[in-house]
T-cell receptor
């Protein structure tokens, strides 16, 4: 079991640049989640997909953030343009809700916007 | 929406002692309550979960209790070891998808 795979593990970029974070869920999992973790705000759910369809994006902070899931094995979270306050660790998680399984997290992407 | 409060924010115990972390939730429709352990620089990992149809669940040194009436649930770790040192997060959801996390508890186990 390869687990949830995220890339890159670390990203450092200058403000104003576009950032794309990638996630491959566990094979067979039909729900995918993007979280952001900061010291100030803790772990926040940004968006979740079920069967590749966005179900709830109420946690997406603003229009600069967008997420896609073109197929069952790949999702992206994009920030354009990036700002220093977007610096955080972004986690992707997946789950098989058909068998009522818990969420499994990837190793995260540590994003620093200078 | 759901709101989860977690206490204490930091907890220091002596090796071998017990540790208890408490969470309260606001949405009476929540029926799934997982606990995650996060070591420094690592991903959150599920350590135990409980559904609203049971009041207690145990797995070796870890147990979770749930009081639906009072809307609170607790994590109990017995015979703590230095490797239990980490940040622990509780969460609540309806059916397991939209998890709302507590603020976390930093547990330090002193040898």
């Amino acid at each position: 079991d390869a687990g949830v795979i995220q890339s890159p593990r670390h990203e450092v970029t200058e403000m104003g640049q576009e950032v794309t974070l990638r996630c491959k869920p566990i094979s067979g999992h039909n729900s995918l989640f993007w979280y952001r973790q900061t010291m100030m705000r803790g772990l926040e759910l940004l968006i979740y997909f079920n069967n590749n369809v966005p179900i709830d994006d109420s946690g997406m902070p603003e229009d600069r953030f967008s997420a896609k899931m073109p197929n069952a094995s790949f999702s992206t979270l994009k920030i354009q343009p990036s700002e220093p306050r977007d610096s955080a660790v972004y986690f992707c998680a997946s789950r098989n809700d058909r068998s009522n399984q818990p969420q499994h997290f990837g190793d995260g992407t540590r994003l620093s916007i200078l | 929406g759901e709101n989860v409060e977690q206490h204490p924010s930091t907890l220091s115990v002596q090796e071998g002692d017990s540790a208890v972390i408490k969470c309260t939730y606001s949405d009476s429709a929540s029926n799934y309550f997982p606990w995650y352990k996060q070591e420094l620089g690592k991903r959150p990992q599920l350590i135990i979960d409980i559904r609203s149809n049971v009041g207690e669940k145990k797995d070796q040194r870890i147990a979770v209790t749930l009081n639906k009436t009072a809307k609170h649930f607790s994590l109990h770790i017995t015979e703590t070891q230095p490797e239990d040192s980490a940040v622990y997060f509780c969460a609540a959801s309806n059916a397991g998808n939209m998890l709302t996390f507590g603020g976390g508890t930093r547990l330090m186990v002193k040898p």
